[in-house]
């Protein structure tokens, strides 16, 4: 049975748009990120389910939805286990939607990846930039439009940006993703992308921007609220700049942030601005589990699992958001509470308690277990009184009798655990070997089981049990039996070095209260260090008798100077012109440049903001 269909598509009566190439879309089926390691290890990220479906059969749905009619999927890391599953998908087959693979051995980054689309001379205009990871409902006939108009008046518009809202928390500065806080400077008539920073340190609030910037531009919106979807509409001059300058690997990181500072080819990119629309892209576990609930909560929609299936298998809306699919064993006394996703074929045992969480097909659950947050994929066997809690479980897996996953932990494929073991929170656990060389790269998630990364006795006891679900664990018990208790099969990851703060931070687990605690404290302390500097200037300006200052000291003071009395003027609403006066004596008195308090007016802005979750707007 064919995915259904969305949304009919929008056609447009413009006599150039009928007369233009098919609206193209480049799909990049690699994250290039270890974030999901060890399950990335042994299949593609887009593979992985998302409430029972691959992540990229979402992305697919949208883009068919939308209007794309030509979709190239680049394939790198398990590239085989893509091109077979998209070779055999109901995709291959639909009408005014095609979908290629483009198969590359030794890309490593989203800018090898679109390199090599453009030797391939396949996109012959606007196109969509999108990965596989990626989730969306929003209708692209409008950013289209506007793409196109700005591409007409001035040919340097070469890209749009799909964002959002999404206040961080004030707290962790992360989003509801798990993604770091994200600050952007818009110019709000245009809609032009003038600046961009991710990963902002917020401990100390404060960021560095060329003071120019507000110079060249008449008004400026500063945001920190602000969710880059990662849906770009790109003109082919975009593919032709990675060509040009191999620097470019990150889309972000680097080409983003390469354009925004060239003032050499003036190229410029926009953003466009959804509000009533979903995109989110799973960027980590935190996000796994976000967008999961989104999905279930019918956010989404029409993307929603009674919508969007496969297979024969029909999947029904019960009361308090309730999935079930066919065939499911399920026991008188057994409980499934709301919002929770039971897949086809699934047996679930006697006072069984299974509530905000996702069930996958043909799994096993015996008595008295609980299953609280988790995501249970397909296949997987739980024995009597077993506990799980914000723990993702993947295919294969099996859980013997009283064992216990703590919050965070997530057991790759065909992990089994001892009976009675307790997963500590935050555990990996794998049948592969951690590997013992680090990926130099931090983008590079480029890893096949053959690859040199990979214990080969590792390899070789996944091989075993993949090649024989029946096959006795006893052979292998000694080689793990104390990591994961009696019968158990595989390996406890242990945590990289610096690695401990991430994990709670992208963890399907909430964060525990005394973490927040503890950055609430670390807050505290800092705004304290800040009131006690002694090296701060008086409020009025004066300086201490005897104070020697130079070139780089009076630069420092001015704008100290400036900031003080740019916040005094918006704490007690001063008139524009009593601001503009001040400012002007003190670049007299200092002997500055207009553009030294353009700069020192710029940072108090980003003061501003950064201390407050919203835009503001100069």
Known sequence: MAPKRIRARAVSDDPEDLARVPLQAVLLADSFTTRFRPITLERPKVL???????????????????????????????????????????????????VTTIESHNSISAGDALRLIYERNVIHGDFVLISGDTLSNMSLTRALQEHKERKK?????????????????PITQQSRLGTDGLFMAIDPTTKQLLYYEENTNHSKGTLSIDKMLLVDNTSITLHNDIQDCYIDICSLEVLSLFTD????????????????????????????EIHSSYA???????????????????????????????GNSATKLERQGMYRSSEIGQSRSAQIGPHTVIGTGTT????????????????????????????????????????????????????????VLKPGVVLSFKVVIGQNFVVPPYSKV?????????????????????????????????????????????????????????????????????SHEEEWRHSVAPIPAEKLAEITQVIEDDLELVSQDSNAP??????KPDTQINAEDDAVYFEKEVEATFLRAVNENVEVDHVILEVNSLRLSYNMQAADCAGAIFHSMMKLALDAPHSMQN
């Open 430 to 498: 794998s049948l592969l070997k951690q590997p013992t060389k680090q990926d130099s790269d931090e983008e590079l998630e480029y890893a096949d089981n053959n690859s040199d990364t990979l214990d080969s006795a590792a390899t070789g006891t996944m091989d075993k049990l993949n090649g024989d679900p029946l096959l006795e664990f006893s052979e292998m018990e000694h080689h793990v039996s104390s990591e994961l208790g009696y019968g158990g099969v595989g390996y406890i990851w242990s945590l990289c070095e610096g």
């Open 348 to 403: 679930i045992g006697s006072n069984t308690k299974i509530t905000n969480s996702v069930v996958g097909k043909g799994c096993t659950i015996g008595s008295n277990a609980v299953i609280e947050g988790s995501y249970v994929w397909d296949n997987v066997i739980i024995e009597d009184e077993c506990e799980l809690r914000h723990a993702i479980v993947c295919d294969g897996v099996v859980m013997k009798s009283r064992s």
């Open 48 to 98: 992985l389910p998302l409430v029972n479906l691959p992540m990229i059969e979402y992305t697919l749905a949208w883009l068919e939805s939308a209007g794309v009619e030509e979709v190239f999927v680049f394939c790198c890391a398990h590239a085989k286990q893509v091109m077979s599953y998209l070779e055999n998908s109901q995709w291959k087959s639909l009408p005014k939607f095609s």
């Open 538 to 543: 008086a409020s009025s300006g004066e300086l």
């Open 153 to 169: 008046k001035d040919s340097n518009a070469i890209m749009t940006m799909v964002v959002q809202r999404s206040k961080p928390s």
């Open 245 to 272: 300058n191999f620097d470019y690997q990150h889309l972000r990181r680097h080409f983003v942030k390469g354009l925004l500072i060239d003032d050499i080819m003036g190229y410029k990119i926009f953003t466009h």
């Open 280 to 310: 989110a892209r799973v960027d980590n576990y935190r996000g796994y589990d976000t967008i999961s609930k989104d999905i279930i909560q019918r956010w989404t929609y029409p993307l929603v699992p009674d919508v969007l299936s496969l």
